[in-house]
């Protein structure tokens, strides 16, 4: 179906619904929770204040308008926050794919049920089983694991089309068939969209979604470098600038960018598709107590359905939700993000819906990052104490009777362990959190940086150690006299 005739139907639905209501052949939607502006001016202010965040905007929408807009605090280049701040979407990128692949399914451009190797054939040796169709991709059911190894790469310039191209099968791919969220998923739609169109990932965007709601987002490397100010992410306790990058082969699952404003028109433009039944498309289980469909989450929130999704990249969260029973949509985006306090931040994107549906809100879980950064520089404490014992008895010249035997056996036991928790460390977290070191430090950068200062601080502590030893055996074996 064409964009116009949409539209066209769009419209009528909507004024056959009002004169219904108006007649009293249905109810009309319920009431959402009445907050004045002075109040959720005041909830921004406490929310950014709370995750450290340098801005935060928050917009409130209904099908038709714009209900309330705040904004609070600066820009990485310390300009007020306000509707037009640019912030960067992250995986709310999602929901804009697959209301693009949804347009192309409606002209008949695109068929769900396709294996997406007749479409991208290149994809092949990305795949495990060859069966994974479009609806598999949309549905995040195709058993690709979430790698940000290989998504999230601020060099890429291609179209996804080329990029899949060059990825082989990432390790953790399970059997098809069972929901696990993963951004490869829309990698590949971004992919199949660009050559079911022959076109760029950009243009059937706009074409689908971007003009039909009326709104824009940044897509262009070039204007994203310009105009997309510095995100923030932790850095013990503070709020360190972030120069994020574009992924052009990323679009589809996380690097859109654009204003609370853009953001609010196509979401008062969704909240209309869904109220419409245009988005009824077959929901799976994520066996979290949501299901998933279109690039929405959906659960039922205090009594009523909705649909919402949020997105990260490191120094930006963004949330969108979308509430049909109360004609009410909203959208939040901060310019601080880290993954050590994702829980905490994410609580702000579900305080924003409550307090939307029935005027609640409820406190934000203690950050994590505190208890990590503790459990390190606790063990750093502690080896530093050895150090600094270890460090006097060598300059004091403290002889301690040790035999040949002994000495060795504490060089080796010393040795071991130092290396295996270096050499396991350095292996082993980078496996255990499923990214690099260079990838940690993007999204954790305290984080990383204090687990580097634990394994220099486990080098210095054996080092002393085994120096202590040789140099001890070496002055108990000295003549006296």
């Known amino acids: 179906m064409n964009t116009g005739m949409r539209a066209v139907r769009q419209t009528a639905a909507g004024v056959l619904m009002s004169?219904?209501?108006?007649?009293?052949?249905?109810?009309?939607?319920?009431?959402?929770?009445?907050?004045?502006?002075?109040?959720?001016?005041?909830?921004?202010?406490?929310?950014?204040?709370?995750?450290?965040?340098?801005?935060?905007?928050?917009?409130?929408?209904?099908?038709?308008?714009?209900?309330?807009?705040?904004?609070?605090?600066?820009?990485?280049?310390?300009?007020?926050?306000?509707?037009?701040?640019?912030?960067?979407?992250?995986?709310?990128?999602?929901?804009?794919?697959?209301?693009?692949?949804?347009?192309?399914?409606r002209q008949g451009v695109l068929e769900a049920s396709t294996p997406v190797v007749d479409i991208v054939p290149q994809a092949a040796g990305m795949?495990?089983?060859?069966?994974?169709?479009?609806?598999?991709?949309?549905?995040?059911?195709?058993?690709?694991?979430?790698?940000?190894?290989?998504?999230?790469?601020?060099?890429?310039?291609?179209?996804?089309?080329?990029?899949?191209?060059?990825?082989?099968?990432?390790?953790?791919?399970?059997?098809?068939?069972?929901?696990?969220?993963?951004?490869?998923?829309?990698?590949?739609?971004?992919?199949?969209?660009?050559?079911?169109?022959?076109?760029?990932?950009?243009?059937?965007?706009?074409?689908?979604?971007?003009?039909?709601?009326?709104?824009?987002?940044?897509?262009?490397?070039?204007?994203?470098?310009?105009?997309?100010?510095?995100g923030h992410v932790p850095f013990f306790g503070t709020a360190r600038p972030i120069d994020v990058g574009v992924d052009s082969a990323g679009l589809g699952y996380g690097y859109l960018a654009g204003t609370t404003e853009e953001l609010g028109r196509y979401a008062s433009w969704r909240l209309g598709e869904l109220q419409d039944g245009e988005d009824?498309?077959?929901?799976?289980?994520?066996?979290?107590?949501?299901?998933?469909?279109?690039?929405?989450?959906?659960?039922?929130?205090?009594?009523?359905d909705v649909w919402w999704h949020s997105g990260a990249v490191p120094g930006f969260y963004t949330y969108v939700a979308f509430v049909p029973g109360l004609d009410k949509a909203m959208v939040l985006a901060t310019n601080r993000y880290g993954e050590i306090e994702a829980e905490r931040i994410a609580a702000v994107g579900r305080n924003l819906t409550t307090l939307v549906i029935d005027g609640t809100t409820t406190e934000l879980p203690s950050s994590a990052a505190l208890a990590v950064l503790g459990g390190i520089f606790t063990v750093v404490g502690i080896l530093l104490a050895i150090t600094v014992w270890v460090t006097v008895r060598l300059f004091t010249g403290q002889v301690r009777r040790r035999s040949l035997g002994g000495a060795a056996a504490r060089i080796a036991i010393t040795t071991v362990l130092g290396g295996a928790v270096l050499i396991g460390s350095y292996i082993g977290v980078p496996s255990l959190v499923g990214a690099s070191l260079p990838v940690m430090a993007l999204w954790a950068p305290d984080v990383t940086l204090a687990f580097w200062i634990l394994l220099g601080t486990v080098f210095l502590a054996s080092a002393l150690v085994v120096t202590d030893q040789v140099v001890n055996f070496s002055r108990q074996t000295q003549p006296t006299g």
Do not use: C
């Open 280 to 304: 009824a498309a077959p929901e799976v289980d994520t066996g979290e107590g949501t299901e998933y469909g279109d690039g929405l989450f959906n659960e039922n929130i205090d009594g009523q």
């Open 19 to 105: 004169m219904a209501v108006l007649l009293g052949l249905v109810p009309g939607p319920a009431a959402a929770a009445t907050i004045s502006a002075s109040d959720l001016q005041s909830a921004v202010d406490d929310w950014t204040t709370e995750i450290g965040a340098p801005g935060m905007s928050v917009q409130i929408v209904d099908r038709e308008s714009v209900s309330a807009r705040v904004s609070s605090g600066v820009d990485g280049n310390g300009v007020p926050v306000d509707a037009a701040t640019p912030f960067v979407w992250g995986s709310v990128s999602k929901q804009f794919t697959a209301a693009t692949v949804v347009g192309l399914e």
């Open 127 to 230: 795949l495990a089983d060859q069966r994974v169709t479009v609806d598999d991709l949309v549905h995040h059911t195709s058993g690709l694991p979430h790698d940000i190894t290989v998504t999230d790469d601020w060099s890429r310039r291609d179209s996804a089309a080329d990029a899949v191209g060059t990825i082989s099968e990432p390790a953790g791919t399970t059997e098809r068939g069972s929901f696990r969220y993963s951004s490869l998923n829309y990698m590949l739609l971004q992919a199949v969209v660009e050559t079911v169109t022959g076109e760029s990932f950009a243009d059937a965007l706009d074409a689908e979604v971007l003009a039909p709601a009326d709104t824009s987002a940044i897509t262009d490397p070039a204007q994203f470098t310009r105009d997309v100010p510095p």
